[in-house]
């Protein structure tokens, strides 16, 4: 087993709890919408491209809300069990490699939309699988970003992921600075630089 495994049942267990109609740090979407996303993502090849791809979103939409119209339990279950014994991620390393980061963002956008979030403690195994999705992630999300970024963690890390003018050094936890690379606002983080370029990052960020 691994983060992602983990992270994949603790998600199930907080869908259970919460049920189909709470909210999530996903723009518009509901626990509902979001169980949905994810079971289209490792099961149906032919709509997962629009995920990605706006082009085909309108298909993967349509798909989605058929998968998001079914009971409940069961579309938990399906989240739960993850994809049939034929899906390439069912395979433990490459389930590690493609799906540590979405069930961890994926947890913390339902944890984190919820009134009184906090932080989870710290766990050594599940922050050093996100500072390596941070700075992996970092690479692509960023890219945009106008000007050079360097991700710091608490304890000192640092990781330059993009070059540019006006520098501004993220500072936060792991699992916080993963969140703020795709995009999150629920995150506590610190930034180091120039007020003005902070502020043309995180617009560039909110964006995302």
Same mark, same amino acid.
């Given at each position: ?8 049942? $603790? ?17 518009? @979407? ?17 709509? $997962? ?5 706006? $082009? ?15 009971? @409940? ?6 989240? !739960?069990?993850? %994809? ?16 540590? /980061? ?14 009184? @979030? /906090?932080?989870?403690?710290?766990? %050594?195994? !599940?922050?050093?699988?996100?500072? =390596?999705?941070? =700075? ?9 970003? %106008? ?14 992921? =993009?070059?540019? %003018? ?19 606002? /629920? ?12 502020? !043309?990052?995180?617009?560039?960020? !909110?964006?995302?």
């Amino acid at each position: 087993m691994g983060v992602a495994a983990d992270e994949r049942r $603790a998600l199930s267990a907080l869908f259970e709890e919460l049920g189909p109609d709470a909210p999530t740090l996903c723009d518009g @979407w509901t626990t509902r919408d979001l169980a949905a996303h994810l079971v289209v993502r490792e099961s149906r090849l032919d709509a $997962a491209p629009g995920i990605v791809v706006p $082009a085909l979103a309108g298909y993967t939409q349509k798909v989605q809300d058929r998968y998001a119209a079914k009971p @409940w339990g069961e579309l938990v279950g399906q989240v !739960r069990n993850g %994809p049939s014994k034929f899906w390439p991620t069912a395979i433990g390393p490459l389930d590690e490699l493609t799906n540590t /980061a979405e069930f961890l963002v994926h947890h913390e956008d339902v944890r984190r939309a919820q009134d009184g @979030w /906090a932080p989870r403690p710290a766990d %050594p195994t !599940r922050d050093a699988a996100a500072w =390596k999705s941070a =700075k992996q992630a970092a690479k692509l999300n960023l890219r945009k970003a %106008p000007v050079g970024v360097t991700l710091k963690t608490r304890d000192g890390r640092e990781a330059a992921v =993009k070059t540019g %003018p006006d520098p501004v050094t993220v500072v936060g936890d792991p699992v916080d600075l993963l969140l703020f690379v795709f995009g999150r606002d /629920a995150v506590d983080l610190d930034f180091e630089g120039d007020a003005a370029a902070v502020g !043309r990052l995180r617009a560039v960020n !909110r964006g995302l």
